[in-house]
């Protein structure tokens, strides 16, 4: 069993950053890809960005591109997102995932375990 767990949410005006982390436990998760996605009210789940194991393969939703940035530390089994320039329509609860395998896939049924989220909220 892996458990995910998300922090580093908070309010914050338009243009500022926050920097989220996703702590996993349970067992090894060094071979899998890991993921972040948001869901805002009465929307769907929307993928945000996703990293391989090695860090070699970055993927991003095109409305976060130049603004976030994905990364992870196997050492410490902790994948962030730093988020700059935020807007008021990154508002939403933000959840980390992990893949099934190393592969950076943007679709949610291809992630094994989730967290329970963290909220973002962006002032205007």
């Known amino acids: 069993q892996v458990q995910l767990v998300e922090s580093g949410g908070g309010l914050v005006q338009a243009g500022g950053s926050l920097r989220l982390s996703c702590a996993a436990s349970?067992?090894?998760?060094?071979?899998?890809?890991m993921g972040w996605f948001r869901q805002a009210p009465g929307k769907e789940r929307e993928f945000v960005a996703a990293?391989?194991?090695?860090?070699?393969?970055?993927r991003y939703v095109d409305s976060v591109k130049g603004r976030f940035t994905i990364s992870r530390d196997n050492a410490k089994n902790t994948v962030y997102l730093q988020m700059n320039s935020l807007k008021p329509e990154d508002t939403a609860v933000y959840y980390c995932?992990?893949?099934?395998?190393?592969?950076?896939?943007?679709?949610?049924?291809?992630?094994?375990?989730w967290g329970q989220g963290t909220q973002v909220t962006v002032s205007s």
């Open positions: 349970g067992r090894t998760f060094t071979a899998n890809a």
């Open positions: 990293i391989s194991w090695s860090g070699g393969s970055i």
């Open positions: 995932a992990l893949g099934y395998s190393s592969r950076v896939p943007d679709r949610p049924e291809l992630y094994a375990y």
